[in-house]
């Protein structure tokens, strides 16, 4: 019986991957957003220098009513999705723990980004208890002296101090969000990358995760490879061998989440990442700004505020919106910008096969399951057929 | 930036001979495979190029060479090799022809003593040969000369060798240090003072019996400065197009910026990185602009001529009468036009900025608006349906494997 159901998520996957590879090359919208960043608004603590988001947008803040209408809303998906709590600052905000109570009781999976600097015992604890699964806080260095050059003076302190705080709090309970650091990898900080795991080992984190630097200027994708932060020749040297070692670390001993291949930093850095490899599918995640703007990665698909978020990704403005992005020549291998696995049809396809071999199931239910797939398969054709006419 | 004319790939340093003039090591650098050269041919079409030649070394002693050729032509460009003539047999001609190469380079030093002297014995008469057998296949010969202390002397005999054995240019170049490790030995091919008159009395000759025989030679004004030069005077080229046009291979894929300032100046490799990422990274066009504000040592080397012809009012218009002669012919204009277009939308691609819609000044909104339609251009009706065209085969396929896969069970 377990079996069967391990098949039947399967397919699900299988299914879910058709959809976003599908929506991507027919542009049309089959699948819901996986990913759904709320930025409650765009104050903060600090003003870190690579990070210019505190500069726009200043007097916007997205009304607590506004996000549970938009939980409302999700909650009615049939559709695997996780909502991630942005800012700014997010804990800058009193409702907060209101917002996360709310998704807790719609039974919506949420995860909250901080820069740990409010997060003291009490807010731990409260952190802890509030029904989240992923609280990420971000540490940019193992030394106090980089973490505050890219920061603010006594950052370092704050953050490793949230983190214990979060992880003391967990044992404490015995249950809670998974805590996790972001590290951003840039010029300052690349000889301590791979320190930093043994410093979050130190503070009882229980995944690490590395996104490279966004020098953002007046927009998102303004990522200039003359900025201050960007590594020059002699610096990814140093990432290739830093890389290495990561990659043996988390062979070993996994705790490190890459979204993926590492390496791809390195050309990402050198300016060299292909179109091919580097495949940011604009239907996987969605953002919704302070300004109540939801949009995917450029221009704006509706506002919020005059109508539902399911009508926001279907605009026509959404339509043009993707297929600029769809040309969009600078990576940013962000983490949004994790990818279902949607990469080629063959691929999902093959994975499903595989899987289906290798499980132990009656091969009655299997055969289903195969056939099921092979409709799915003709459904898309069909549809990519209607396309061309 | 401008368009990159000409990739020189010295694609072996094998050589079948032992000149005087030369003692670069032979074979001591690793050789890049076939597949590699057929990436950086094809990233020299997407960059706009014309030319690509092969060097060496000798070329022909790589297996490779015609299919590389044959790419080369497929891809549009037009191919020349430079040989020494030694394995130009009737065989290799054939295949030379086969694989539809424009021009072959044979190095002939002058007469039959001076060559094999400088060349090693029996190198003279093979020359001689390898023209003939080219003559004989229909394929365009040049005689390419170093000219030095030894050989001045025969430049009009070249001319008559050229015409008799059917070549249709002789190429000058003076003798350069650059292979020379040993540098001691630089005085032996220099010129002293009093020699300068007779090596200008020669290349008077020269010229006259090149306009007698109806064969083309390098552009005048660079001939008139072989003399000065050869005597040990630098030349400081402050616009040199090498730099810019021209991009020089080794064997192991180190791209240089120009093959006399190679030394601890590499641009990349074109085993790890594409040539493409190469030409337009910042870090070349650094270099480059080092140099040119240095300056740099000044050479003769037959890549610059084309510089040199430009201040020549005469030789500019002889380059325009050719131009005109060879647009008359439709396949190349076709071929200028798609380099053209190529090269347009490389440079939109690299413009292209694209812009997101957090607030900002009006000219953000507008660039925005612009990127919007050209979005909205670049991925029209006609590319999704190609793609979808595509998938519907692929998805045939998979429907069979799966099929297969349910038969299985």
Redesign the interface.
Do not use: F, H, T
């Given at each position: 019986m377990q079996e069967s159901k391990e098949l039947i998520d399967y397919f699900r996957d299988f299914e879910v991957n058709l959809a976003y590879y599908f929506s991507e090359?027919?542009?049309r919208l089959l699948a819901k957003p996986r990913w759904i960043f709320i930025s409650l608004s765009h104050q903060c603590t600090y003003n870190c220098q690579m990070c210019g988001v505190v500069n726009?947008?200043k007097d916007y803040q997205i009304s607590t009513q506004e996000v549970k209408k938009v939980f409302d809303e999700i909650s009615g998906w049939d559709w695997d999705f996780t909502v991630v709590i942005t800012g700014g600052e997010p804990f800058l905000r009193r409702d907060v723990f209101e917002i996360f109570r709310y998704a807790k009781e719609k039974g919506i999976r949420v995860e909250a980004v901080s820069n740990g600097a409010l997060i003291d015992q009490s807010m731990a604890e409260k952190i802890i208890s509030s029904g989240l699964s992923n609280i990420a806080v971000s540490l940019d260095g193992a030394k106090e002296g980089t973490h505050d050059l890219i920061r603010e003076n006594g950052a370092f302190r704050k953050a490793t101090q949230a983190i214990k705080n979060l992880s003391d709090a967990k044992k404490k309970s015995g249950s809670g969000p998974q805590v996790s650091v972001w590290t951003t990898i840039m010029k300052e900080n690349i000889g301590e990358l791979f320190d930093i795991i043994g410093l979050s080992r130190k503070l009882g984190v229980e995944c690490l995760v590395y996104h490279p630097v966004i020098v953002a200027h007046?927009?998102?994708?303004?990522t200039s490879?003359n900025a201050r932060f960007w590594p020059g020749?002699n610096d990814i040297e140093r990432l290739t061998e830093q890389v290495c070692r990561i990659l043996d670390y988390q062979k070993k001993n996994g705790f490190i989440a890459f979204l993926h291949n590492p390496f791809f930093w390195v050309k990402h850095f050198r300016?060299?990442l292909t179109r091919e490899e580097w495949k940011c599918n604009p239907f996987v995640f969605v953002n919704i700004g302070p300004d109540g703007?939801v949009?995917s990665?450029?221009?704006?698909f509706g506002n919020m505020k005059n109508m539902s978020l399911g009508e926001c990704l279907n605009t026509k403005e959404a339509f043009?919106?993707r297929?600029?992005?769809?040309?969009?020549?600078?990576p940013c291998l962000q983490t949004c910008w994790a990818n279902p696995d949607a990469d080629s049809?063959?691929g999902i396809?093959n994975s499903l096969?595989r899987q289906?071999r290798n499980s132990q199931a009656d091969?009655i239910t299997?055969?289903k399951i195969?056939?099921m797939?092979?409709a799915k398969?003709?459904f898309?054709?069909e549809m990519?057929?209607k396309?061309?006419t | 930036m401008p368009n990159l004319k000409e990739v020189i790939i010295s694609i072996t340093n094998r050589c079948n001979l032992r000149c005087r003039m030369c003692d670069i090591p032979c074979g001591e650098i690793d050789e890049l495979p076939t597949s590699r050269w057929k990436d950086v041919i094809k990233d020299a079409c997407r960059l706009g190029a014309q030319t690509v030649v092969f060097s060496g070394g000798e070329p022909l002693l790589r297996e490779d060479i015609y299919e590389l050729i044959f790419f080369t032509k497929e891809n549009g460009l037009s191919a020349c090799v430079t040989s020494n003539g030694v394995l130009i047999d009737d065989r290799v001609a054939g295949r030379l022809y086969d694989s539809g190469v424009n021009v072959v380079n044979v190095s002939v030093e002058g007469t039959k003593g001076t060559h094999d002297f400088l060349r090693g014995e029996g190198g003279f008469d093979k020359a001689i040969a390898a023209l003939k057998e080219l003559k004989k296949h229909k394929i365009e010969s040049t005689v390419a000369s170093t000219v030095s202390k030894y050989n001045y002397a025969d430049l009009p005999y070249l001319l008559k060798l050229a015409g008799d054995n059917g070549a249709t240019t002789v190429r000058l170049q003076p003798f350069n240090v650059i292979f020379l490790r040993d540098l001691r030995r630089r005085k032996e091919f220099l010129i002293s003072k009093a020699e300068i008159a007779e090596v200008k009395e020669s290349l008077r000759n020269f010229i006259e019996l090149s306009q007698k025989h109806k064969i083309s030679t390098n552009p005048l004004n660079y001939l008139y400065k072989i003399p000065e030069y050869l005597s040990g005077k630098e030349f400081f080229m402050q616009q040199c197009g090498a730099l810019w046009y021209s991009c020089p291979i080794n064997p192991n894929g180190d791209v240089f910026p120009c093959w006399v300032e190679a030394k601890n100046r590499l641009v990349g490799n074109v085993g790890e990185q594409s040539l493409y990422g190469i030409w337009l990274s910042k870090k070349r066009l650094k270099i480059i602009k080092n140099i040119m504000k240095k300056g740099c040592k000044g050479c003769l080397m037959s890549c610059y001529d084309e510089a040199f012809g430009e201040g020549y009012s005469g030789a500019r218009v002889f380059g325009k009468i050719k131009k005109i002669k060879r647009f008359t012919d439709g396949k190349k204009i076709i071929n200028k036009v798609r380099q053209f277009l190529k090269g347009a939308v490389i440079r939109f691609r690299l413009r292209y900025k694209f812009y997101s819609s957090y607030g900002g000044s009006w000219q953000v909104i507008l660039k925005r608006k612009l990127c919007g339609m050209f979005g909205k251009v670049a991925s029209g009706r006609k590319r999704i349906q190609d793609k979808s065209a595509d998938f519907s085969s692929e998805i045939a396929c998979l429907k069979k494997k799966i099929e297969r896969e349910i038969h299985l069970l």
């Open positions: 090359k027919l542009n726009i947008l007046e927009d998102m994708q303004n490879p020749e300016g060299e703007e949009r990665c450029g221009a704006s043009r919106s297929r600029v992005m769809k040309g969009c020549l600078k049809l063959i396809v096969i289906i091969k299997k055969k195969l056939s797939a092979l398969l003709v898309y054709e990519s057929q396309c061309q | -």
